[in-house]
């Protein structure tokens, strides 16, 4: 119904903001994570989901389309409403939803108010497939030459030579996930740390 809603941010509370667009407040449903990145009275576009049941209609907005997407993957999943699509939106960015999944990693899916470990398991399950491990690192590095991004390049580089030594994704992404990423950090210090945790 609305692709997106572009306008002033007027009002912005704990779980949603109102977007003020040609003196229309279109009052909308947001991740945490989106609303602490808003400023009032900023003009901001917002990708929005119209969703409607039983018990009402609602606008759920997000600041990129891959949050937008993978909401609306989530709430594909029995069991995962809007609520809780957010409530894992909230605590894990787009890029790093993308690798829980694929990676199997239930604990920080987890980490999502009301979503337990049967229901995490369940989105892991259904999503894995849909997600594209390239296109996630691609996502991280679109965002210019910031740390993250630093970060997300020498993890793919990783990524790619673990997957070239024969180790699945999901493996590779458990592997590297449980090692500390430090300042001094390099791709071959990784690697190896990575390899630690793949051979134990």
Do not use: C, W
């Amino acid at each position: 119904m609305y692709a997106y809603i572009e306008g002033e941010v007027a009002e912005i509370t704990e779980k949603t903001a109102v977007i003020d667009n040609h003196g229309i407040g279109y009052e909308i449903f947001m991740p945490s994570r989106d609303l602490g990145a808003m400023v009032h009275d900023e003009e901001i576009r917002v990708f929005t989901y119209y969703h409607s049941n039983e018990n009402g209609t609602a606008l759920y907005g997000f600041l990129t389309k891959e949050e937008k997407r993978l909401f609306t993957l989530l709430i594909g999943v029995n069991g995962v409403g809007p609520k809780g699509a957010l409530s894992i939106l909230s605590v894990l960015s787009a890029e790093d939803l993308t690798y829980a999944i694929i990676g199997e990693n239930a604990k920080a899916i987890q980490a999502a108010q009301g979503i337990g470990a049967k229901a995490a398991q369940k989105i892991i399950l259904e999503l894995k497939d849909k997600l594209d491990l390239k296109e996630a690192v691609e996502n991280t590095l679109s965002k210019g030459a910031s740390e993250s991004a630093s970060v997300g390049s020498m993890k793919n580089n990783v990524l790619l030579g673990l997957s070239a030594l024969g180790f699945s994704n999901a493996d590779a992404i458990r592997a590297l996930n449980s090692v500390e990423i430090t300042e001094d950090a390099t791709e071959e210090s990784l690697l190896k740390e990575a390899l630690k945790q793949l051979t134990r």
